[in-house]
């Protein structure tokens, strides 16, 4: 469909709809913007590596927990 085409069957649509029609196109011009911005937001794998680390006793029962365990 042409926007030629568009912009008649928009022309053909009660006012007060037509505010609608542009809300929508709004919320999708908005929409497409979020959608582009997070793509450029991904995380990179591995940025910490090496920065942490986890103490050797992780696994072990908490003493705080050995009256429940």
């Given at each position: 469909m042409s926007q030629?085409?568009?912009f008649e069957k928009?022309?053909?649509i009660p006012v007060a709809y037509q505010q609608e029609v542009e809300d929508f196109i709004d919320f999708i011009l908005q929409?497409?913007?979020k959608t582009?911005?997070?793509e450029n937001k991904k995380r990179k794998?591995?940025?910490l590596k090496g920065k942490m680390k986890m103490?050797?006793?992780f696994d072990e029962?908490?003493?705080d927990f050995k009256?429940?365990?």
């Open positions: 030629a085409q568009i928009i022309k053909m929409k497409k913007t582009e911005s997070e794998i591995g940025l103490s050797p006793d029962p908490l003493n009256d429940y365990i």
